[in-house]
Every structure is written in structure tokens, then in C-alpha cells.
């Protein structure tokens, strides 16, 4: 098994807790340096067209991209833990509140927004952070919308064990502390997040937890 990744990518984040959590360690992880753009050279082309990181190799492939599909993936090949509740209602709860974070909240902060934002509409910094933590603050608004009213919240998002909704979830907060985005405002999510850090699984999955990644790490 062959793990395309970098410690800064939040994506690359959720597929690396879900390997932690199903003790599954891929043979070889290669390193994509997103600050250098390697992301968008031939050589890694080749391997995901789309240009993005998480993509896993698995055996003789094809190649698996996308962090959620690749979860998934690794939830039917390697069941236990589970990380998708056995019921209809519960995976799609659950499913939905991945969503939120992995189709609405963060595909609005990654790198190919940024370097738009900034080359070709010519945003300067403080306008870019203004809309990624907009953006951050928007999706945190609507998790914590679901999490504080619904019955199946639990220490975890959905019950008490961990699920992809949580990975998303801690994804997120880990990235809004990067861009400094105040998450007193949605409390259940943090107290979620901070359960879910306190798991080894996912306190060795975090990005400045990785190889290259600097020991604290501002925007
Ligand atoms: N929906 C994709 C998002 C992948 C994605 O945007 N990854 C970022 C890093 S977190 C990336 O590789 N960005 C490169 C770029 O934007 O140029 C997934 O969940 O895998």
C-alpha cells in the first residue's frame, strides 16, 4: 500500500486517521510537497489527474483518490473498527455531517483557492483569511446546528465511537485553529474535536504531528 500525503493537507489527514484507526500501515508514504506545487507536476499527475492529495495505492491499483471514498473503501476492506454506523438513518447521518465539511466547507480553503485568490484576483492576505475563516466559521455554524440539537449526538458525533463524521469534524477544527478562527461559538463541536484528539489514533494523524511539518503552523 503506497500513501500519497503531506502533513499540511486536511484531506491527507482523514485518511490518515482512518488507517490509524484500523492499524493499517501502508508500506511506503510519498510525499507531495503542496507548498512547492509538486502537486502539479507530471510525475503526480500521472498518478491523480485531478492534482489533489489524499490518493492511496492499493495492491495493483487502480489508484483511489478522493479522502471520503477512500474511507470508505478502507471501512469495506478493513470492517473493524467500523467507521459508518451499521443503520440506513445512522450512515447518512453520518455521511451528511462529512459532507458539510468535506463538500461544503473545506474545498473552500484549499491551496487552488488560495493561489487564485491571490494571483489571479489579486486578493491581498488579510482579504483571503477573511474569507477562509468565513468560509471555516460557516461550516463550524452549521455542524454545531446538527451536533447541539440532535439525539444521536454523543461524546462522539454520532453515539460513542468515533465515525468518518468525526474525522471530517476533527479535520476541520485542527484547521481552524491554523487560520485562527475562534471555535468558542460552536461548543459541541469542540468538545468533539478535543475527544477526538485525545485518541492516539488521531493525535498521531495530526498534520504538524508529521515529518517536514514545523511545530506550530499559523495560516
Ligand atoms: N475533496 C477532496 C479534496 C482534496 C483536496 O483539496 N486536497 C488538497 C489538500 S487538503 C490539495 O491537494 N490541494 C491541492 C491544490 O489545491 O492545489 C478530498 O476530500 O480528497
Not at 84 to 103: H, N, Q, Y
Not at 186 to 204: G, N, S
Request: charged share 25%; hydrophobic share 45%; glycine share 6%.
Amino acid at each position: 500500500m503506497k500513501f500519497y500525503s503531506f502533513w499540511r493537507s486536511l484531506a491527507a489527514f482523514r485518511v490518515r486517521i482512518a488507517l490509524n484507526l484500523k492499524s493499517i500501515v501502508p508500506d511506503e508514504i510519498v510525499n507531495v510537497d503542496l507548498m512547492k506545487g509538486e502537486q502539479r507536476q507530471d510525475a503526480y499527475k500521472a498518478v491523480n489527474p485531478q492534482m489533489l492529495l489524499p490518493a492511496l495505492m492499493d495492491g495493483d491499483g487502480p489508484i483511489l483518490f478522493q479522502s471520503v471514498a477512500i474511507m470508505e473503501y478502507l471501512d469495506e476492506t478493513h470492517p473493524t473498527p467500523a467507521i459508518l454506523p451499521k443503520d440506513p438513518r445512522g450512515r447518512a447521518r453520518v455521511r451528511a455531517l462529512a459532507s458539510i465539511v468535506a463538500s461544503d466547507s473545506h474545498p473552500l480553503m484549499v491551496p487552488r483557492v488560495r493561489n487564485y485568490m491571490e494571483h489571479e484576483l489579486k486578493l491581498d492576505e488579510p482579504s483571503r483569511n477573511k474569507w477562509i475563516r468565513h468560509w471555516i466559521g460557516e461550516g463550524l455554524a452549521a455542524m454545531e446546528g446538527h451536533l447541539a440539537r440532535d439525539k444521536e449526538t454523543g461524546k462522539f458525533a454520532h453515539r460513542d465511537v468515533m465515525t468518518m463524521a468525526d474525522i471530517c469534524l476533527v479535520g476541520q477544527a485542527v484547521g481552524a485553529r491554523f487560520f485562527e478562527v475562534d471555535t468558542t461559538p460552536y461548543p459541541t463541536v469542540k468538545r468533539i474535536a478535543e475527544a477526538c484528539l485525545a485518541i492516539d489514533a488521531v493525535a498521531r494523524a495530526h498534520p504538524l504531528k508529521q515529518p517536514g511539518a514545523p511545530k506550530e503552523l499559523k495560516h
